[in-house]
């Protein structure tokens, strides 16, 4: 089955700290995503990636950047944490194509205080 | 606007009952549908898709789409207390990367 693997867990942060989120998939999938999901919002898509070198804004994308150094790699940077962005963060990996499923990772619990 | 709505927000039923949860969205270029299930501390696991109107039978789930109207339902058949989690109605439209809409999801308890 697919594999992805988010760190860390759990993360406390500061506020105008930097914070980064790391997602790894030994899938060979594409496509990885980055989403927030809170109460009453489900899931929001923040950055998007085709593949190693690409990042592309999603629905959500102020405060964030995102880092694809590989196939496998993605990264979401909070370059100033806010306790706005206090969340829980999920990565996904898709192999493209129409109508292609999401594999998610178990996901990265962020406070900001 | 939410562009996938679900009903109803929560939904309880006995062991053995059957379960029905409701998407629909307002968005025409939506395609393609799937249900995730989250559990509790888990991410989201997709549960089945949805492309062509009608039923499609997975065990004891069954999903039904009318394009038409935009709307896409999840059947549980003789619910189990393993099913109980947070369940997601997503869209995506036809350009090639998923970029998945997910509407707000409904929460089922299966008591015994």
């Known amino acids: 089955e697919a594999a992805v693997t988010q760190s860390p867990r759990n993360k406390v942060a500061v506020t105008g700290g930097k914070v980064t989120l790391s997602c790894n998939q030994t899938?060979?999938?594409?496509?990885m995503y980055w989403y927030r999901q809170d109460t009453g919002h489900g899931l929001r898509l923040i950055h998007y990636?085709?593949?190693?070198?690409?990042?592309e804004k999603g629905d959500i994308p102020d405060g964030y950047k995102a880092s694809r150094p590989s196939q496998e790699n993605f990264s979401l940077i909070l370059e100033l944490a806010t306790p706005s962005q206090t969340s829980v963060y999920f990565c996904a990996s898709g192999d493209a194509g129409r109508g292609e499923t999401l594999y998610f990772g178990s996901g990265t619990r962020l406070t900001v205080l | 606007q939410q562009k996938v709505q679900q009903s109803p927000e929560s939904l309880s039923v006995p062991e053995g009952g059957m379960a029905s949860l409701n998407c629909t969205s307002s968005d025409r270029n939506f395609q393609y549908f799937w249900w995730y299930r989250q559990h509790s501390g888990e991410g989201p696991k997709a549960l089945m898709s949805i492309f062509s109107d009608g039923d499609k039978k997975e065990g004891r789930f069954t999903a039904h789409l009318n394009k038409a109207s935009l709307h896409v339902s999840l059947h549980i058949r003789d619910s189990q207390p393993s099913d109980s989690a947070l369940y997601f109605c997503a869209a995506s439209g036809t350009q090639v990367v998923g970029q998945l809409t997910f509407g707000r999801g409904t929460r089922l308890q299966v008591y015994a």
């Open positions: 899938n060979n999938h594409n496509n």
């Open positions: 990636s085709y593949g190693a070198g690409s990042t």
